[in-house]
């Protein structure tokens, strides 16, 4: 018999949020080096990783990412072909893909960096999640904080703070490194905390462009 499990609601997936203070409860994340700093950004080189991804058509960032970690949250509660119970982590990721949305609009991808323990192998997620995973070999990233919450109006804002901070830079050749994400905003927080809020933007960056190997 086909197991059933049930849609989690999205009001208590907010509740239980504002419990999962990233900072008290020691939330794991992707570990990564600083290859290079700056006073208003800096580049780090991160491991190869595996992070869930909720592909979004969605034209909001702040809305396709609101539903996209819904899908994600389900998964991380048992949704998944194991059942399996996936510990949160941070940060919660939204990249933006230009032109790949309906009429060529941007498309969001949420994704959720699985711990440490299923990195190698993935639970696989129920179909009607519409999950994937996304394996990213080691690369690096240019990342500028801001504080507040991350909405549509100021991820742009911040996007083109980073892109001028790193054309004044040894930087500025280092974007034109392939990647299929024009940026991506990392966010830490639960929405519930309101005083100290941590978010980042992030360029896939080339190391090489300035003078630092990858390893």
Not at 102 to 107: D, K, M
Request: charged share 15%.
């Amino acid at each position: 018999m086909e197991r059933q499990h049930p849609a989690v609601p999205l009001l208590p997936v907010l509740l239980l949020l504002a419990l999962l203070s990233p900072a008290a409860r020691g939330s794991e994340s992707p570990q990564y080096a600083t290859v290079h700093a700056e006073s208003d950004f800096e580049v780090r080189h991160y491991r190869d990783t595996v992070w869930m991804s909720a592909p979004s058509d969605d034209t909001s960032f702040h809305v396709a990412t609101k539903l996209g970690f819904h899908r994600l949250f389900q998964y991380l509660m048992g949704a998944n072909l194991n059942s399996s119970r996936i510990r949160m982590t941070t940060p919660i990721l939204t990249s933006i893909v230009p032109g790949a949305g309906p009429l060529h609009s941007s498309a969001y991808f949420v994704r959720l960096y699985l711990p440490l323990e299923f990195q190698a192998s993935p639970p696989v997620p129920l179909p009607e999640l519409n999950l994937h995973p996304d394996r990213w070999p080691g690369h690096c990233v240019a990342v500028r904080s801001f504080s507040g919450y991350a909405r549509d109006h100021n991820v742009v804002e911040e996007a083109e703070k980073l892109a001028l901070s790193l054309s004044r830079s040894p930087w500025g050749n280092s974007t034109n490194h392939p990647s299929k994400n024009a940026y991506s905003i990392a966010q830490y927080n639960s929405p519930f905390r309101i005083v100290g809020r941590v978010n980042e933007v992030w360029f896939d960056v080339d190391c090489r462009s300035a003078g630092v190997e990858a390893y």
